[in-house]
């Protein structure tokens, strides 16, 4: 038996820097929860923001070169974007369980532990593709909108929930089959296999964000669709927009009333 909490090995991941270390212990401690190895979940608090390498630097999302499936350069922003994504995701992924697990039943922590696995895969894939694009993680600049939602909703479940797996992850379920297109359409199917599967994949982490935001609202009697709204009115400045990708949200069991209002 590891002597170790899911929480404490949760709080060592967050202050990991190195993208491939951060990847090595999500790999090792998620194993050692799911075989019993590590068995408490404990108490450990995380810092609010998780370690990062040197590089890529951070910047105000409107200094982002801008997203495109072109060729080239344009190809690598595109990659280089979603990487980081992924990257962050890991650390929400522990930052959630480190979070909100001790006062959850033990499904929410393997629900997560599972996410942060996938996403540990998710961006192992596409650094792979960079470095067959003669490119790597760091080279470009990347924005730190997802950890600035993951900052403004560290004290409630819900909030995460909400902003996190239910409105940015079911974002991305809603433009990925767009991206896919594209890039076939310009020849990089290899790229559009990584975004395919990636696609696939975020279906299981929106389901989890919506079951347990459910979970929760039923614990303290809130009706889930109002209170989804009036939280991301709180904590979002933008608009959830169509075009939905209705078949992979209904997949997640997110019922059209949590984005779509006309329904
Ligand atoms: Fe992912
Ligand atoms: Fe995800």
């Known amino acids: 038996m590891n002597t170790k909490t899911l929480t404490q090995a949760a709080c060592e991941v967050l202050a990991t820097p190195e993208p491939i270390d951060k990847i090595r212990l999500t790999y ?5 929860w799911k075989n019993g190895t590590i068995v408490d979940i404990g108490n450990t608090t995380p810092s609010s923001r998780p370690a990062r390498p040197d590089k ?12 495109s499936t072109g060729g080239g350069k ?7 974007a979603i990487a980081h994504i992924e990257l962050n995701a890991i650390d929400l992924g522990w930052d959630a369980i480190a979070r909100f697990g001790p006062s959850l039943p033990k499904a929410f922590s393997d629900d997560w532990v599972q996410i942060a696995m996938d996403e540990a895969v998710h961006f192992e894939l ?5 470095n067959e ?12 909108g997802l950890w ?12 995460r929930m909400a902003l996190a797996p239910m409105l940015l992850e079911a974002r991305g379920l809603d433009t990925t089959p767009g991206t896919v297109k594209k890039l ?21 982490h929106v389901a989890a ?15 889930p669709v109002p209170t989804f709204k009036n939280l991301v009115a709180t904590h979002f400045k933008g608009k959830i927009k169509p075009p939905f990708n209705t078949e992979a949200r209904t997949r997640a069991k997110m019922s059209t009333g949590y984005y779509d209002s006309n329904a």
């Not at 596409?126 to 960079?130: D, G, I, M, S």
Request: net charge negative; glycine share 6%; hydrophobic share 35%.
């Open 209 to 223: 964000g919506v079951r347990w935001f459910e979970y929760v609202c039923k614990v303290r009697s809130l009706k």
């Open 126 to 130: 596409l650094e792979q593709r960079l």
């Open 28 to 32: 090792a401690y998620g194993k050692a």
């Open 184 to 204: 076939r359409t310009n020849g990089d199917d290899a790229t559009a296999d990584i975004m395919e599967r990636i696609g696939e994949e975020e279906i299981d």
């Open 133 to 144: 694009l003669d490119a790597r993680y760091g080279d470009l600049p990347a924005h730190d």
């Open 148 to 159: 600035e939602a993951a900052e403004k909703t560290s004290d409630d479940i819900l909030a």
């Open 74 to 80: 344009r190809r690598i922003n595109l990659i280089h």
């Open 56 to 67: 890529p630097v951070l910047c105000a999302p409107a200094d982002m070169p801008k997203r």
